[in-house]
């Protein structure tokens, strides 16, 4: 089983990159589970939304503690939550940043990816410069750092669900597939 961990701030459409890629896998021939974890927050505040997925039907039905990856949405983040709480040892972290974090003690025991997840959401008019919706752009990078959903089936999963800009969309998650970048064990880059 595969559970993945998704931050992210209200508004940026945290909760939809999990429910879209649960529907990818699930298309992908996965059992699948999604669900948010929020109380009464507005726009901007924290939000973690879960991905559980397994080649066997999920019987759990408990909240995700130890995700095996886990997605960033709004860097700001990496500030005041502690992303990697439970996060299993070797896990990816796929961070929305231009550039990786300077300081990577914190990430020693992961693996990291980054992508400028806001730089192709406003380039596609996806939201607003000041409040761009990044979701489908994660989904097309997440699927590069983990190999699987294929990038069709993400893409299929959005032109199904998604009513506004389906095309603009899945091009963002075309862009963010083709421009994520994988950096491998933490521990080996930080030593390079």
């Known amino acids: 089983m595969i559970e993945v961990r998704f931050h992210g701030r209200g508004g940026q459409g945290t909760v939809v990159a999990s429910i ?3 529907k990818a896998f699930f298309q992908a021939g996965y059992y699948v589970q999604s669900f948010p974890l ?10 973690e939304a879960y991905l559980r997925l397994d080649k066997t039907k999920i019987l759990m039905r408990t909240n995700v503690y130890t995700p095996d990856h886990v997605v960033v949405l709004d860097p ?3 500030e005041g939550v502690d992303i990697t709480r ?4 070797g896990g990816w972290i796929l961070i929305n940043a ?9 990430f020693a025991t992961y693996k990291l990816a980054h992508v400028d997840a806001t730089r192709i959401a406003i380039a596609h008019r996806l939201g607003t410069r000041t409040h761009p919706i990044v979701n489908t752009a994660m989904m097309g990078a997440f699927a590069r750092v983990l190999g699987e959903p294929p990038l069709e089936t993400v893409t299929e999963a959005i032109r199904e669900e998604v009513p506004t800009k389906p095309d603009a969309n899945m091009a ?11 950096l491998g064990p933490v521990a080996e880059a930080a030593s390079a």
């Open 38 to 47: 929020f109380g009464v927050e507005r726009r901007g505040a924290p939000v």
């Open 20 to 22: 879209l890629m649960a």
């Open 86 to 89: 439970g996060l299993k040892p």
């Open 98 to 106: 231009p550039e990786p974090p300077t300081d990577l003690r914190a």
């Open 172 to 182: 963002a998650a075309r862009e963010a597939y083709e421009s994520v970048v994988l």
């Open 76 to 78: 700001t983040l990496l």
